[in-house]
């Protein structure tokens, strides 16, 4: 799959990520390197205003906390603690409600659910078994807050968006992976700073360079994310790479579970 009009690198993310070819609509048989599960934004159970996909947060819930198993109900409990926090956004600002979203998901935060109301942990990320996990990739996210947006990609890990993406045509030379860096840090969080609550890191690219960076980081700390391949970094300084190695890299559920726990 080549870069062309057709084709953007909006598709051609999520191609690399999930095998899905959106200009086909097939997915490529080779499932085994792919980790994430493509899905349309229509078929994505939330409504325009929501940023978690509830039914998934409430699904892995469930499945990794035997407490919550066995009453089911108790998970309202945690997804109304997780409202309050994308809500609060306004008032405590973007990067202290990341801060605390943050403490849920590397699952610092306890709930009165044991025997006699002990206060037990709360997973909503199986850190263990990464398979335990849902790994959902999709486009043209619309999320209505003060006003309409739409980021190009937007990535999640069972319901709860962690990764927003801006990808620009490689076709105009006068645009580049600044601008859609630009359109997420002074434009998407500042609009709908919600979506940003749970987010491990944004990336933008136009499909020469990917950069990277956390929420509210000014973009000249913006940094590429760098594989250490000799070969694929020569290609790129004659000007022949492209960014599949670093998507790969940069965007697998391992890289980005091993920032969230260990580097954020």
Excluded: C
């Amino acid at each position: 799959m080549v870069f062309n009009e057709l084709n953007s690198i909006e598709y051609y993310i999520i191609y690399k990520l999930s095998g899905t070819n959106l200009n086909t609509r097939s997915l490529d048989d080779n499932l085994d390197s792919y980790k994430w599960l493509y899905k349309g934004p229509d078929q994505i159970n939330r409504k325009i205003d929501d940023v978690l996909v509830e039914s998934e947060v409430k699904e892995a819930l469930i499945r990794l906390n035997p407490e919550i198993n066995q009453k089911p109900e108790l998970a309202d409990e945690v997804i109304y603690k997780l409202r309050a926090i994308l809500i609060s956004v306004n008032q405590v600002g973007l990067v202290r409600a990341n801060e605390e979203f943050f403490e849920w998901l590397r699952g610092d935060k306890t709930m009165p659910f044991g025997e006699n109301n002990q206060h037990i942990p709360i997973r909503l990320i199986d850190f263990d078994n990464l398979s335990n996990n849902s790994y959902i990739i999709t486009n043209q996210f619309k999320i209505q807050h003060s006003e309409l947006k739409i980021p190009d990609i937007v990535m999640m890990i069972n319901g709860i968006p962690v990764v927003v993406g801006e990808a620009k045509t490689p076709i105009r030379p006068a645009i580049s992976w600044l601008d859609g860096a630009h359109e997420i840090h002074d434009i998407y969080e500042n609009a709908a700073p919600q979506l940003f609550v749970s987010n491990i890191l944004s990336f933008a690219t136009e499909g020469k360079e990917l950069f990277y960076g956390g929420v509210r980081n000014p973009l000249q700390f913006w940094s590429p994310w760098r594989v250490n391949d000799d070969e694929n970094n020569v290609a790129k300084k004659l000007g022949l790479g492209e960014i599949k190695e670093e998507l790969i890299d940069l965007l697998s559920p391992e890289r980005l579970l091993d920032i969230l726990k260990n580097f954020s």
